[in-house]
T-cell receptor, first 114, second 111 residues
């Protein structure tokens, strides 16, 4: 199994630019999560999909952030416009079903906004 | 307030030694408790997941314990190796719809 696949692994962008992060969950998993990790706040859940439907987006910081899951094998997290405080590692994760099952994380997308 | 606290924040040990990491939680309703290992620059990897009725679970040299009465968990690492250097994160499930993450313990193993 290839695991959760994220791209890009690293992104450096200028403030105000649009950033799109991509994720391919583990095949057969019904739930997908986007997390953000910073030194100050640790791991935070941004949004959680179940069967491609957003279940909980209460962690999305503001309207600049949006996430989509057009099908079971692909999701995007978009930041528009990006700001320096968005600099963090963004992890995509998946599980068979919801938060009860083991959650498998990707290797993360390291975002730096200058 | 749902909360997960880990101690120590950081720990340095010599290769071959044992160590124990602590996790205290205040969560309701408790569903399960997980330990994750996160290597520098990598995503977290699940070590163990324990439900209310389980009080010990092992994964190789890693042994997790859970005391649901005192709301404490520990992760014991036996005969540490250099590759054990990582952050260890305690995560508690609240019901079926929320995870509370601890801030982690940073372990460094020196030769």
């Amino acid at each position: 199994d290839a695991g959760v696949i994220q791209s890009p692994r690293h992104e450096v962008t200028e403030m105000g630019q649009e950033v799109t992060l991509r994720c391919k969950p583990i095949s057969g998993h019904n739930s997908l999560f986007w997390y953000r990790q910073t030194m100050m706040r640790g791991l935070e859940l941004l949004i959680y999909f179940n069967n491609n439907v957003p279940i909980d987006d209460s962690g999305m910081p503001e309207d600049r952030f949006s996430a989509k899951m057009p099908n079971a094998s692909f999701s995007t997290l978009k930041i528009q416009p990006s700001e320096p405080r968005d600099s963090a590692v963004y992890f995509c994760a998946s599980s068979l079903q919801g938060l009860i099952d083991t959650i498998y994380f990707g290797e993360g997308s390291w975002l730096t906004v200058v | 307030k749902n909360q997960v606290e880990q101690s120590p924040q950081s720990l340095i040990i010599l290769e071959g030694k044992n160590c124990t990491l602590q996790c205290n939680y205040t969560v309701s309703p408790f569903s399960n408790l997980r330990w994750y290992k996160q290597d520098t620059g990598r995503g977290p990897v699940s070590l163990t997941i324990m439900t209310f009725s389980e009080n010990t679970k092992s994964n190789g040299r890693y042994t997790a314990t859970l005391d649901a009465d005192t709301k404490q968990s520990s992760l014991h690492i036996t005969a540490s190796q250099l590759s054990d250097s990582a952050s260890y994160i305690c995560v508690v499930s609240v019901g079926t719809d929320k995870l509370i993450f601890g801030t982690g313990t940073r372990l460094q193993v020196f030769p």
